[in-house]
């Protein structure tokens, strides 16, 4: 679908052109925003959200070739294949369908040779059912005491949209059930939930699409171990969420439940199939969960349908090319002015940089320019007490600012300031994004703040959970859109696969020693020989290697 080699397109040699024009003192964000039309002109609404980018080092000139490199990169026309279910995931030979996790439109959906809009509505009506008989009390845990614990134990994308979505939903979790996530091989995690959590009333949701991931696995053991010590039947109290015919699939090991997942579904695509349907339903009830699903397919639809000129997702998307391509920004910090939205960063962060970090073309060439940036983030204002200081002073990065206009709390004034705390947040929500672009003159060069520092807004009318599913499927549909400009396949991860490798030799070295004390670990370098030593001493060697 990509029709030429990206750095030979006219389009992008002239954005480079256009970039250069950037560093001229006219086109210092001070003057552009001097412009009274600048709001206007650079920012559009559109699947529910409201996005500013009249603060960003671009120009009327270079958002118009911006728009060209999309056309001649086939993006939206790349989107369209992917949500129909073409097998754009090429290097794995399969399609990436997470948008038909909450497809509600009367559409087919074909997946060899069969429509999986019904299968996705049938999972959708499992989980309802399920959900139901737990919050009903038919389901109850072995003890026969309604569940009050729900444990998520995965992985990466296993958890982290999930962990985002019940945080940024978590004003609505009026069902009694806390949850957990217990993803980290590291016995400290495993020991802070065990000891949050009635062992007797807690459910255990296991979610491996192979059921064979090795932290996962882990974790599922010891779950196992910590509910037979204390007289329970583990599977009185397990859910999985895995593949068919998985080991977590099977009828001879009963559980209460499984829900299946698919290879067309990347984990960090999957917060909108079984893997955060499970959980969120339960945490939250099925019908805030199924306004969620609606959330996000309205913003999928907006992605798919909007002109180009008015699709935000695609709109970011290409801004962020022009910052990383041609201004040369390697990160970009997302910053939510809404506690809520704490783990949207993280679930970002992994959404973004495990699809983009890629070298290679879909044909397998090698890229000719950069790809992904680092994303990483903080709270509003917590952020600007952390790293905001390199922000306004030091190397600079785009930020992504998001504000609710409507909290999910309401407070009394301050009588300092006569202003409440969301007025307050506000106050700031306003004025980074415009001192990081105006910057400060000051005859003491300790206070001169050059500016010129870009960033967008996000603004959404509160989070609701039609809200919260459009900001998911807004970065979601950005990554996808990036990634089609630069013709890299966003949906496999070979790169997380290599230092699995070298751990399992590194595991068998450790089998050796717990089953031989005298086992050496001469046959490894010497670097890892130490640390093999190390753990096993139970001390460090201050005077090795």
């Known amino acids: 679908m990509f029709p030429a080699k990206l750095t030979e ?5 002239r954005l480079f052109k256009e970039a250069e024009k950037m560093g001229q003192p006219e086109k210092h964000l ?26 960003q080092r671009i120009d009327q000139a270079g958002l118009r070739l911006l728009f060209e490199l999309a ?31 909450r497809c509600f439109a009367n559409k087919k959906v074909m997946q060899n040779g069969e429509d999986i809009i019904p ?50 939903m978590r004003f609505y979790a009026d069902k009694g059930m806390k949850l957990h996530f217990l993803s980290n091989v590291d016995i400290h995690n495993f020991g802070e939930i065990a000891s949050e959590i009635h062992a007797e009333t807690t459910l255990w949701i296991i979610i491996s699409k192979s059921y064979t991931t090795v932290e996962t696995t882990a974790n599922t053991n010891l779950a196992h171990a910590f509910m037979r010590d204390r007289g329970l039947s583990p599977e009185k109290h397990i859910v999985t969420v895995t593949s068919k015919g998985s080991p977590g699939d099977d009828p001879t090991n009963p559980i209460l439940a499984c829900f299946h997942m698919f290879d067309y579904i990347g984990g960090r695509y999957s917060v909108t199939s079984a893997v ?31 002109p ?13 090319v022009w910052n990383n391509n041609f201004l040369g920004y390697p990160a970009q910090a997302i910053i939510p002015y809404a506690s809520p939205l704490a783990k949207l960063t993280p679930h970002v962060q992994q959404l973004y940089m495990e699809s983009n970090g890629k070298s290679m073309t879909t044909t397998g060439a090698k890229v000719e320019h950069e790809t992904g940036v680092i994303i990483f983030g903080e709270p509003g204002t917590n952020a600007q007490h952390s790293f905001f200081q390199l922000a306004h002073q030091g190397r600079g990065f785009p930020i992504d600012f998001i504000g609710v206009v409507k909290p999910q709390y309401e407070g009394c004034c301050s009588s300092a300031s ?11 929500l306003i004025s980074q994004p415009m001192a990081l672009a105006l910057g400060k003159t000051d005859e003491n060069p300790f206070k001169y703040f050059d500016g010129n520092r870009p960033s ?32 890299i396949n966003p949906f496999d991860q070979f790169g997380v696969e290599l230092g699995k490798t070298l751990a399992d030799g590194i595991r068998l070295e450790i089998k050796k020693r717990n089953k031989d004390p005298k086992h050496a670990f001469t046959g490894k370098d010497p670097i890892s020989a130490f640390y093999l030593d190390t753990i096993f001493n139970g001390r460090i060697h201050l005077d090795s290697p």
């Not at 552009?32 to 920012?43: G, M, T, Y």
């Not at 959970?465 to 979601?476: H, I, K, Q, S, T």
Request: charged share 20%; glycine share 8%.
């Open 71 to 101: 056309e001649a990169c086939n993006v939206q026309q790349t989107f369209s294949a992917m949500i129909n279910g073409e097998k754009i995931n090429r290097s794995e030979n399969r399609a990436a369908l997470h948008t038909a996790t």
């Open 456 to 487: 967008s807004t996000i603004l959404l009318e509160d989070l609701s959970p039609e809200n919260v599913g459009r900001l998911l499927a807004f970065y979601e549909a950005r990554t996808v859109f990036e990634a089609f400009i630069w013709n």
């Open 119 to 168: 299968v996705m509505q049938a999972i959708r009506d499992n989980i309802k059912k399920f959900v139901e008989d737990v919050h009903n009390g038919r389901i109850v845990s072995s003890t026969g005491k309604p569940f009050t614990d729900i444990v998520v134990v995965g992985i990466g994308g296993s958890y982290l949209g999930t962990e985002f979505a019940a945080g940024a």
């Open 9 to 13: 397109l006219p389009q992008w040699k």
């Open 276 to 306: 955060g349907g499970v959980p969120l339903s339960l945490y939250l009830g099925f019908d805030r969960y199924e306004r969620f699903l609606r959330g996000a397919e309205e913003m999928d639809q907006h992605a798919a349908e909007a």
């Open 308 to 320: 180009l000129k008015q699709n935000l997702p695609l709109i970011a998307a290409l801004l962020s």
């Open 30 to 55: 001070r003057r552009l925003l001097q412009d009274q039309n600048r709001l206007s002109e650079f920012s559009r609404s559109g699947g529910g959200l409201f996005f500013d980018f009249s603060r």
């Open 418 to 428: 006569d202003v409440s705390n969301h007025q307050e947040l506000w106050a700031n």
